[in-house]
């Protein structure tokens, strides 16, 4: 093979790109955009194209949006806490362009956020409602009726169901988590606020089996009387949404790495469940903390997870394999954390981008930090792109561009990222004739369109701005 040739395409100023292409700046998703898709069935993973989900359409689709602790049950000081405006917070959602959130729950009665300082909160936060109903006789530790574990709390599956269905409304995808694991490990008295602490509940139930005060084996297989009211939690959960497409299902989040066998117990539990239903759902599993490993994911039934940091998720994220659907997500690797580039990283390197959002601070954080915002708005780029472009054929392809970041159908379309912006080299040689280029920058939300450049061979594109910069390529034969 012969030295590669390359022919560098400097873009004009915008004044003069304009002039010439007979547009101005526009924001992404005014030019060219095609229009919202309906959601139509539930999810599966992709036959052809396993790094993502589709539904009957048959078109790749791409999970990205905020999530926020209090979601779903309400936390907060006093009693009851405060109401979380969820109408508002799919409005924020909506905003942004997201259409996936993780719907959180909360196990224990109380959340001792000390354990949080460097987030700026110290109060302890009362939680409500519970799966359980509080039907006493007699008083729990913190000194409300007793839980009924044989009995539901109508309030709590009320709440689920309307909050599913607001979402489905707007195209929002809802995970619904069914357990909490962190706060079992490190939160002050978790133990003593669970429901399955024998002064908390009326049946006998104490899920303490090594009486070591912390209760860590609810989430093992060690007691099959837990286990067994466990699944009928499970059951309700999926009696209450399991008829509706926007749903998605999480096993727990950040439990310890003890309980491995009974996180892959429940999700073959609710695969088997399902099979008795019209609709079957995706089941997640996410990151173990503290001291899990991401070869236990990947080897789980679930059909999507939620790595930590190790491998390089943060800054340099290894090449998705398709061995699952990966929902990347900004808590399994910082915590409160995430940048821009690691929104624009992650999508080109084949995952989903998921934020850890402290929204309006009532939980922790700061309310609505405007240090979030380039990953909130980049999530939703991300999302205007993976429906304009035919994602069901594109795979992470980094030697096609010397930035190493591409998402491409050879011959037809390439989606490359510049971290440092500046020029790229991107290998054409896939297609012939000409290609129609955009320039767009990310930190700004703007596009700069710039006329055509033939393929057949490798070429060098230089950014018209300065910081990082997206570049799309797209076959004008498309």
Known sequence: MGPIKRRTFLIRSV??????????????????????????????VHPDNPGYFTDVSGRAILLTGSHVWNNLVDMGPGEPPPQFDFAAYLKF???YNHNFIRLWTWEHTVWDTSTSKKWGKKTPHTVSPHPWARTGPDTALDSKAKF????????????LRSRVVAAGKRGIYVSIMLFEGWAMQFMP??????????????????GDANGDGCGLEIHTLTRPEVTRLQEAYVRKVIDTVGDLD???YEISNENHPESTLWQYH?????????????????????FQYKGGENTTLFKSPADWISPNNKGGYCDNPPVADGRKVVLSDTDHLWGIGGNQSWVWKS?????NPIFMDPYNGKVLGNPFDPKWEPIRRSMGYTLRYAKRMNLRAMRPQGDLASTKYCLADPGREYLVYLPEGGSVVVDLSGGKGEFSLEWFNPSKGVVHQKGTAPGGQSREFSAPFKGDAVLYICSEKK
């Open 148 to 159: 009924d574990l044989t009995k539901f709390n109508p309030a709590y599956f009320k709440r």
């Open 15 to 44: 004044a003069t790109t304009a002039a010439l292409v007979g547009f101005g700046d526009c924001e992404l998703g005014f030019a060219g955009e095609e229009k919202p898709q309906s959601r139509k069935g539930c999810l599966r």
């Open 347 to 351: 999508f080109l390197r084949g995952y």
């Open 189 to 206: 008295g978790a133990w003593e606020s669970h429901p399955f602490h024998p002064k908390n509940n009326i049946n006998g139930i104490d």
């Open 93 to 95: 959602l909506e905003k």
């Open 246 to 248: 926007n749903v998605l």
């Open 266 to 286: 429940m999700i073959r539990f609710i695969k088997e469940y399902e099979k008795t239903r019209p609709k079957q759902h995706p089941v997640g599993m996410t």
